[in-house]
Nanobody, 130 residues
Framework: QVQLVESGGGLVQSGGSLRLSCAAS????????LAWFRQAPGKEREFVAA?????????YYADSVKGRFTISRDNAKSTVYLQTDSLKPEDTAVYYC??????????????????????WGQGTQVTVSS
């Protein structure tokens, strides 16, 4: 099992920044990739960004956050980060960290699907005021 704990959420004005963190523990050696998803009230959970956990640092982003958000990792700390800049009110949501194990399918084809991931954190609230 892998446990994920998010932190860093909060209330920020439009145009501001937040740095979200996701600390992984447990059987972290089984992790292939980590991702951030978000869910706003009344909406489905949507993909935000993903990164490979070992080897090459391939990153993937939703079109809505490209150029504003940056995902990164620190394997020594078993932590993945999401730097969120130029925040907009429509970025308001609960942000979830997710970890996925290796699968036969190429990650590049499935990174944005919630079903690709095996473990989820409890989420951290991000609220952007206008």
């Amino acid at each position: 099992q892998v446990q994920l704990v998010e932190s860093g959420g909060g209330l920020v004005q439009s145009g501001g920044s937040l740095r979200l963190s996701c600390a992984a523990s447990g059987r972290t050696f089984t992790i292939y990739a980590l991702a951030w998803f978000r869910q706003a009230p009344g909406k489905e959970r949507e993909f935000v960004a993903a990164i490979n956990w070992s080897g090459g640092r391939s990153t993937y982003y939703a079109d809505s956050v490209k150029g504003r958000f940056t995902i990164s990792r620190d394997n020594a700390k078993s932590t993945v980060y999401l730097q969120t800049d130029s925040l907009k009110p429509e970025d308001t949501a609960v942000y979830y960290c997710a970890a996925g194990r290796a699968r036969p399918q190429p990650f590049g084809n499935t990174y944005d699907s919630p079903q690709r991931y095996d473990y989820w954190g409890q989420g951290t609230q991000v609220t952007v005021s206008s």
